[in-house]
């Protein structure tokens, strides 16, 4: 499976951005998809998962009310919805597909190669 991420930026505090990750190969649906952030200095953290069916998502605690994830396992695209950016959202985000697991860095296979999101306060 490759993986395109697309859709960072700049944004202001209170913004709202939509990444997008594309995926070739005919096995999207047999992939749970995540996302995954790192900023300067930090480690790669999770974000927000979405289960192989779309039946199950999970959002990081920090994003929660905030950021959704969906899956189109026809389009094989999985986005991330990012709405009331805070400056502390600034990060490198990536896509990941994970044959099995959820939460872990770990647990994925496959990366895409981020995607940049910058929020200014």
Partial sequence: VQLQ????????????????????????STYNMGWFRQAPGKEREFVAV?????TST???????????????????????QM??????DTAVYYCAASPRGLF???????WGQGTQVTVSS
Avoid at 59 to 79: M, P, W
């Fill in 83 to 88: 709405n009331s950016l805070k400056p502390e």
């Fill in 104 to 110: 872990y860095a770990s647990n994925y296979t496959y």
């Fill in 50 to 54: 979405i289960t192989k069916s779309g």
């Fill in 5 to 28: 991420a697309s859709g960072g930026g700049w944004v202001q505090a209170g913004g709202s951005l939509r990444l997008s990750c594309a995926a070739s190969g005919r096995t999207f």
């Fill in 58 to 80: 999970y959002v990081a605690d920090s994003v929660k009310g905030r950021f959704t994830i969906s899956r189109n396992n026809v389009e094989n695209t999985v986005l991330l």
